[in-house]
């Protein structure tokens, strides 16, 4: 099977799985949650570099990573202003109204995009009698947009507004590494714009799991204890840890080739007359296809595909996605775009 229903379906690599045995990993594994684990020490330190913070919080999942953040910036009662198709506000369970008591606010944006005056007029006044904003978040690359890229002059524009009327400004950056590939702008340049940053090793990465938060040793701080409040203080964490290592060494420099082997698959999308897809969109790895104009659904779409040993996702009514990363193989794109053309 070729399985773009997403870049979370890889498998552990066997320089992964090497990296869980020798002296080294035996002499430095031990107890996270007494702080002895040296394994993930190292690698959170790691982290916070490559992206220009204090610290790193490694954490079980991204959504885990986004609620903490959520946490560490609000109180009960505050709203929280982000893009309507936020992973945050669609595929989190209503975390946040649960966690952290806050309402979250959206505003529609341009392929996952909100710009600094949309965000400005969804700002509230004052009076007691509102919720008070506290928190923005934005998503890059952004998922349900199609893998879209956030411009970073947006983003610093954004930045100035939230420190002008003191909101705290998250990004939720799951595939931050594919916003870097495809610009060439490196994490540190997009992270310190921000006062959290969630990130992924399961997704382009391909790590079996985990996440991290990096932000100001303070917010960290908060971060580990609510960590630990909600069932994700985790004991020999260097298991996952030596494994992300690997994944983000080995494997973010190979992220442009998942985005040219997603231009192949979006190019037979286009060519043929019975989907509609915005090429302008194809910007990493993420492939989002309209399907209306073929009159069918997108399950009879996606069991057309699967007959031919190609599995896809649906991500919304008429809309299916298909992801690229490390398990696919140019061949197998290939044989994708082949199969799109016998539709
Ligand atoms: C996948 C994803 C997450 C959540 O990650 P999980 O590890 O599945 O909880 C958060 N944000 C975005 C944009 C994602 O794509």
Not at 16 to 43: C, H, P, Q, W
Not at 91 to 114: H, M, P
Request: with cysteine; aromatic share 6%; charged share 20%.
């Amino acid at each position: 099977m070729i399985d773009l229903r997403s870049d979370t379906v890889t498998k552990p690599s066997a320089e992964m799985i090497a990296s869980l045995s020798g002296a080294d990993f035996r002499n430095n594994i031990g107890d996270d949650v007494y702080g002895e684990d040296n394994l993930t020490k190292i690698f959170e330190h790691e982290v916070a570099e490559l992206l220009g913070k204090e610290s790193a919080l490694f954490v079980p999942s991204g959504t885990m990573a986004n609620q903490l953040s959520i946490k560490v910036h609000t109180h009960d009662g505050d709203e929280v202003i982000l893009e309507s198709d936020a992973h945050i506000f669609n595929y989190e369970s209503a975390a946040a109204g649960v966690l952290s008591r806050v309402q979250l606010r959206t505003v529609q944006g341009e392929k996952g995009i909100l710009k600094a005056e949309q965000i400005s007029d969804a700002i509230r006044p004052a009076a007691y009698w509102y919720p008070q904003t506290k928190l923005v978040c934005l998503e890059n690359t952004h998922n349900r947009a199609g893998g879209t890229v956030y411009p970073l002059e947006e983003i610093e524009k954004i930045s100035a507004l939230c420190r002008e009327r003191n909101l705290k400004l998250h990004l939720d950056g799951a595939r931050l590494w594919n916003a870097c590939a495809a610009t060439g702008i490196p994490p540190k340049a997009y992270a310190q714009h921000f006062d959290t940053v969630a990130v992924c090793f399961s997704k382009g990465l391909g790590a079996p799991a985990g996440s991290a938060i990096v932000g100001s040793k303070s917010d960290i701080a908060i971060a580990h204890r609510h960590r630990k409040m909600w069932g994700g203080g985790m004991r020999q964490t260097g298991v996952l840890t030596a494994m992300a290592q690997v994944a983000l060494a080995c494997n973010f420099p190979k992220l442009k080739e998942d985005h040219a082997k997603a231009k192949v698959i979006a190019g037979a999308f286009a060519a043929h007359p019975k989907f509609e897809i915005d090429l302008a969109s194809v910007q990493t790895n993420i492939v989002a296809v309209d399907v209306s104009a073929s009159g069918k659904s997108e399950d009879d779409v996606i069991s057309f595909f699967k007959s031919r040993g190609i599995l896809i996702a649906s991500i919304k009514r008429n809309f299916i996605r298909l992801v690229t990363h490390l398990d696919i193989s140019r061949e197998d794109a290939a044989t994708v775009a082949s199969a799109v053309q016998t539709f």
